[in-house]
């Protein structure tokens, strides 16, 4: 185990001759290991006195240390901010820079009283390291100091020694897959543009966008910045499009260099609250933490409401807003009147989500076009009588909060591939049209029909014109 000094010194070599600041790399690296053993009881005095501020009172040096960790939470599990220019840039220095980060995990084990939570947040930063540097057949897998070509970059050394001699069993360690690059912009907000429908949406998310670019371009010319929360509410009936619009905007805010993953993971109220108190906020901040880098998209959040282990997911759900606001964004989802029951529980949810985007239902055309478009991505057609027959069902159907929309779509053109099926079924040579044709009749319902046909499973579109919404 490295003394933590040492490493910081070994990083600052690396970045001098990869071209970067110094003092930078020394800033980023004290900040990895504040964030790798902040929960280790008397991490913080150890930390300040090898980070070389010995004469700083209590008050101070606390402050300094979890000030500290706060930034480097996020490098846990991404690479660190000058590890990643590095690897932009193709630099022959990245490999190098990683391995001396892995090393700088393995000195944060040091700080204060080893722990197992310690030893397990270094294990996974250095792998999320060493995972960034790209790999080719020609190249060998990048290696800690000292290990020999070809052995596990992840399970050798440093945090992954200190976990053997605390519970005598080696850790098996699989490195973080490099991240594929961010989508282009443009592209993202075309393929927003390709949806069915949602023009208020899309022009929200427009204006949300022009909002942050701009709001990086008055930073980047020494402006003060405004106060502008990026996370938002999207209110809605079922099957309008929201979950489809949040993978978007964590891809959108990833090009923007608002996020360094732009993941979306999606959960409801059981993945956030556990059966006990106390046992919640452990459980929430989990999932927090896979979706660092990324959007946490929380479907009918209000669910959240009218109990204290709901209280205390939310709760925990703010705290971790702040904790990572430079790398998290929440989406929460739902009716409109619950979620504004929701947000205004907690002063905390009111003063972060000062967005609200209002997904509408879609009308009779948009449903046939998004019908359409399944069937095409199927390779099926419909007949005009099929299309006929499908808008006097769609005139026929109430509308209010059951009503699926793309959902009642997408169940109408599977229902009516069962029965194009059964209809075709004594058909002993059909022609490619036969298989092809939806006709009036798949859209009828038969007495001697069988039962519903299973979900057909289609593969996704680069450009989702017609996904089905959600």
Same mark, same amino acid.
């Given at each position: ?450 039962? +519903? ?10 450009? +989702?014109?017609?996904?089905? +919404?959600?």
């Amino acid at each position: 185990m490295s003394d933590l000094a040492s490493a910081v010194a070994a990083l600052e070599s690396v970045a001098s001759d990869a071209g970067l600041p110094t003092d930078q790399a020394r800033a980023e690296a004290l900040a990895f290991a504040a964030a790798i053993a902040e929960s280790a009881p008397r991490a913080a005095a150890d930390w300040v006195h090898r980070a070389g501020m010995p004469d700083a009172s209590l008050d101070a040096a606390n402050r300094a240390f979890f000030d500290a960790a706060t930034l480097g939470r996020r490098w846990r599990q991404a690479p660190t901010a000058l590890l990643s220019r590095l690897v932009a840039e193709g630099s022959s220095q990245a490999p190098a820079y990683a391995a001396a980060l892995t090393e700088v995990a393995s000195a944060a084990c040091s700080l204060g009283e080893l722990t197992m939570r310690v030893t397990g947040n270094a294990a996974v930063a250095a792998a999320a390291q060493l995972g960034a540097i790209p790999r080719t057949p020609e190249q060998p897998t990048p290696t800690r100091p000292g290990l020999p070509p070809g052995a596990d970059p992840a399970g050798a050394t440093g945090a992954d020694a200190a976990l053997t001699q605390t519970t005598g069993q080696a850790p098996a360690q699989t490195p973080a897959p490099a991240l594929p690059p961010a989508r282009p912009l443009a592209e993202l907000l075309a393929e927003l543009d390709a949806l069915v429908g949602l023009a208020r949406v899309k022009r929200e998310i427009h204006r949300q966008v022009a909002l942050l670019s701009v709001e990086q371009k008055r930073t980047a010319a020494g402006l003060k910045p405004a106060t502008i929360t990026r996370h938002l509410v999207f209110v809605g009936n079922p099957g309008t499009g929201k979950t489809t619009v949040a993978r978007m905007v964590a891809g959108i805010y990833r090009a923007l260099g608002l996020l360094s993953t732009g993941q979306l993971v999606e959960v409801d109220r059981s993945e956030l609250v556990a059966g006990y108190l106390g046992q919640t906020a452990m459980k929430t901040a989990e999932v927090c933490a896979k979706a660092a880098g990324g959007v946490l998209f929380i479907d009918e959040a209000y669910g959240l409401t009218g109990d204290q282990y709901g209280e205390e997911a939310v709760n925990t759900l703010v705290k971790e807003m702040e904790d990572r606001r430079d790398d998290l964004v929440l989406i929460v989802a739902g009716y409109p009147v619950p979620m504004a029951a929701f947000i205004a529980q907690n002063p905390g949810l009111a003063s972060r989500f000062t967005t609200v985007i209002e997904f509408e239902d879609y009308t009779d055309d948009e449903l046939v076009e998004i019908l359409e478009g399944l069937a095409a991505k199927s390779d099926f057609v419909l007949a005009e009588a099929a299309l006929t027959r499908v808008r006097e069902i769609l005139a026929a159907t109430p509308r209010g909060q059951s009503f699926g929309n793309g959902r009642f779509v997408r169940t109408l053109f599977e229902q009516a591939v069962g029965r194009h099926a059964w209809r075709l079924r004594d058909v002993a040579e059909p022609t490619r049209e036969q298989l092809c044709e939806l006709v009036m009749a798949d859209f009828d319902d038969h007495e001697d029909e069988p039962p +519903p046909a299973p979900e057909i499973v289609s593969e996704p579109e680069p450009v +989702p014109s017609a996904e089905e +919404p959600r």
